[in-house]
């Protein structure tokens, strides 16, 4: 079991993260394995994470009536980033956790210094059908690493023009496939606890908390607000 610091830890980390998601569409998995791995391994915090990422992401991904479209759209890349999953968390086990801790926080500092400072990329549809499966095979193999679903995802769902809702219910269904996938790699990688399970459940009502504040706010904001937000 965990001690009570480490529970209060997780509660509010989960709320801080729910509210982020339900603003800007994504942040649940990053703003949580920030956290959760100052205090915790990098394996323990994906368990944490699975029952409020699949909940939470679910709730987003069946919410806005794109979703067919979506699908149809962003299969190929899909496929992929659910796919590649597995293969990435076999490192859990066979790489020191201190590099993955490392990689962890590399994506998440590559990933703020381009949203605010580079390019905004974009892709026609013909470059679409071949950059989806690279970028969904690459978002695959770091959320099996690392537990961060976006990277470079989110980058792809950009650079396709998605717009705002379109968007938010597109990375709903990546991070929906991905935290299945990611529970599949820790049970059959053996990390996956039964105490870590119920720490997860404990978790969504947090998560779920900060996600319903986190979408009336993101009602209040206009596109182009929304935007700024997203991209910092």
Not at 68 to 93: D, E, H, K, N, Y
Not at 176 to 200: E, F, K, Y
């Amino acid at each position: 079991m965990f001690d009570s610091s480490t529970i209060a830890v997780v509660i509010g980390t989960f709320f801080l993260a729910g509210t982020v998601k339900g603003t800007i569409g994504l942040g649940l998995p990053s703003v949580t394995m920030a956290v959760l791995t100052l205090i915790i391994d990098i394996p323990t915090a994906m368990a944490f994470l699975l029952v409020p990422s699949f909940a939470t992401n679910l709730w987003q991904a069946t919410v806005g009536g794109h979703g067919r479209a979506i699908v149809r759209r962003i299969w190929p890349f899909l496929f992929m980033a659910t796919l590649t999953v597995w293969l990435g968390a076999q490192a859990l086990t066979r790489i020191n956790l201190s590099y993955l801790s490392v990689l962890l926080g590399l994506l998440l500092i590559v990933y703020g210094t381009v949203s605010l400072a580079g390019p905004r990329l974009t892709l026609s549809r013909r470059r679409e059908i071949w950059a989806g499966p690279i970028a969904g095979m690459f978002n695959g193999l770091l959320a099996g690493m690392t537990g961060s679903f976006a990277v470079p995802g989110v980058m792809f769902f950009q650079a396709i023009g998605l717009p705002r809702d379109k968007m938010v219910q597109a990375m709903g269904i990546l991070f929906t496939a991905s935290t299945l996938a990611l529970a599949i790699a820790l049970r059959d990688s053996g990390l996956l606890s039964l105490a870590q399970g119920q720490m997860s459940a404990v978790a969504l009502l947090p998560a779920l908390l900060g996600m319903a504040l986190g979408q009336r706010i993101r009602r209040r904001l206009s596109e182009q607000l929304f935007r700024r937000i997203f991209f910092a």
